[in-house]
């Protein structure tokens, strides 16, 4: 996390001093694609908590009560 602030700064101040247009547009570009990035490993986080969750409740047996259940109502 830490070499993600140090790049993250380090392209913040080279968008604000660049001498050169070319060199604004791919800094703005590469800030950009960063940004992209860390929202996505946000959301990758989030989705292996959940399936973190799951798969916990699955060995905790939560589920197989349910499934007992529907056994006994498909026997029906």
């Given amino acids: 996390m830490k070499l993600c602030l140090l790049v993250s700064t380090e392209l913040d101040k080279l968008l604000e001093n660049a001498p050169s247009p070319v060199i604004a547009q ?16 946000m959301l990758l986080r989030s ?5 973190d969750n799951m798969d916990r ?20």
């Avoid at 989705?47 to 399936?51: L, N, S």
């Fill in 26 to 41: 791919h800094a703005a570009r590469i800030s950009s694609i960063r940004k992209r990035v860390l929202a996505l490993n």
């Fill in 47 to 51: 989705i292996q908590r959940r399936i």
């Fill in 57 to 76: 409740m699955i060995s905790t047996g939560v589920t197989s009560d349910h499934s007992s259940r529907v056994q006994l109502q498909n026997q029906n």
